[in-house]
Every structure is written in C-alpha cells, then in structure tokens.
C-alpha cells in the first residue's frame, strides 16, 4: 500500500505570513514529488515539482524534499487570501506497474484571513 | 492548448441508470487517468490508461464500472447501473508517458449526482 499522508487541517495564517504544509510518504523509493492546489469546486492544479533532497524555490513558493525521511514539504511565503484552497501532495514511485501514476494524499485546507 | 476536456460537467440521473462520462486528454499525451474525488475518500485512482492500453484498473470499484479508451484521443468511463453512492466529481487527467517525472494534468471534472 503506497499511502501519502498529509495533515487535513484546516490550517489558518494572517496575510502576508508563512503557511507551511507537510506531507509524508510509505513508499521509500518514491521518484518524484508534486504539490497540487485545488480551489473549491475547481480541478487540481500543479504549482509545484521536486525531484531531488534540498529545497526548490518558484515565486512565493518553496517545495522541500527529504527522502531519507520521507517527508516533503510546501511553504508559502507572504500568503495572500488567494492562496485560500486545498493543496494536495501527490508521489510518483516511478518503478513497476505503478510508473507513471501519482498517489495522491487527502489534501490540506489553507484558509488566509485578511 | 486546449487542455483536458470532460464532458458533461455536471450530470444528475436516478438510481439505475446508465451514465457516460467523456474525456479528451492533451494531444499528445499517451497516458490518461480517470480520479474520483468525494469529502470522505479523497482523490482516488480508478482506472490509468497508457497507448490507449489499461495499465491498473484496480481501483475501478466493481463490475458496474468500465472504461475504454478507443483511441488516443477519447476515453469514456461508464456506470451502468448507477446507484446514489456513486454520487461525487469524476476528473480525467492525462500525461505525456510514463516517465518518472511525468506531471499530470486535470480535466474541469464531471459533478455526478445520483438520486
């Protein structure tokens, strides 16, 4: 069983501070890492992927990977109200049968307050 | 580019029904994906095509569900009959193969209601 696990929240931050999302992962050998953001009643959207340990920087965004622990991580930085959407964490094992699908996690509601 | 196109976007019918949900994936896209998303299960995997070839149908939920996927432009996935637990959004995704690093891409979704 390939699980991604994130914390559901919902998570609540003030304008222009740092939201940071989590995510966990049981497949060890995991690829490849996305993060997803999916408005209320839209489809998701990829903001971000990672590939490799360290740190991966666009915009406002930073996507963080440790393999070694599995975990992965979003942070937000300056969050607006618009950033106000649930944002899945997706793995890709990249191996076998399953090469080529994502194992998506439950979502993490982010709600920022003017 | 276009992008995913679903069809219909939202669908209700009653109890017993057969249901057609339509996807046009990205051309040139060779895999495609159809998700169910509901409050209590999340996104889930039904059914993963790649070449117009069934990959995993695993998570298709029983034999009321099936899928095709006739050519590499048009995949249907069909409910027949329906009952109201199948009730939640329907999303077809694509992606361009099956590479490791292979993004994926989503449809605006069906909302499916069974009554």
């Known amino acids: 069983q390939k699980e991604v696990e994130q914390n559901s929240g919902p998570l609540s931050v003030p304008e222009g501070a740092i939201a940071s999302l989590n995510c966990t992962y049981s497949d060890r050998v995991s690829q490849s890492f996305f993060w997803y953001r999916q408005y209320s009643g839209k489809s998701p959207e990829l903001i971000m992927s990672?590939?490799?340990?360290g740190d991966k920087e666009d915009g406002r965004f930073t996507a963080q990977l440790n393999k070694a622990s599995q975990y992965v991580s979003l942070l937000i930085r300056d969050s607006q109200p618009s950033d106000s959407a649930t944002y899945l964490c997706a793995v890709n094992p990249g191996r076998g049968s399953t090469l080529g699908r994502l194992y998506f996690g439950r979502g993490t509601q982010l709600t920022v307050w003017p | 580019d276009a992008g995913v196109i679903q069809s219909p976007r939202h669908e209700v019918t009653e109890m017993g029904q057969e249901v057609t949900l339509r996807c046009k994936p990205i051309s040139g896209h060779n895999s495609l994906f159809w998700y169910r998303q509901t409050m209590m299960r999340g996104l889930e995997l039904l059914i993963y095509?790649?070449?117009?070839?069934?990959?995993?149908d695993s998570g298709m939920p029983e034999d009321r569900f099936s899928a095709k996927m006739p050519n590499a432009s048009f995949s249907t996935l069909k409910i027949q009959p329906s009952e109201p637990r199948d009730s939640a959004v329907y999303f077809c995704?694509?992606?361009?193969?099956?590479?490791?690093?292979?993004?994926?891409?989503f449809g605006s979704g069906t909302q499916l209601s069974v009554l």
């Open positions: 995704a694509s992606s361009r193969g099956r590479g490791t690093n292979e993004k994926l891409f």
């Open positions: 095509f790649n070449n117009n070839v069934p990959i995993d």
């Open positions: 990672i590939y490799s340990n």
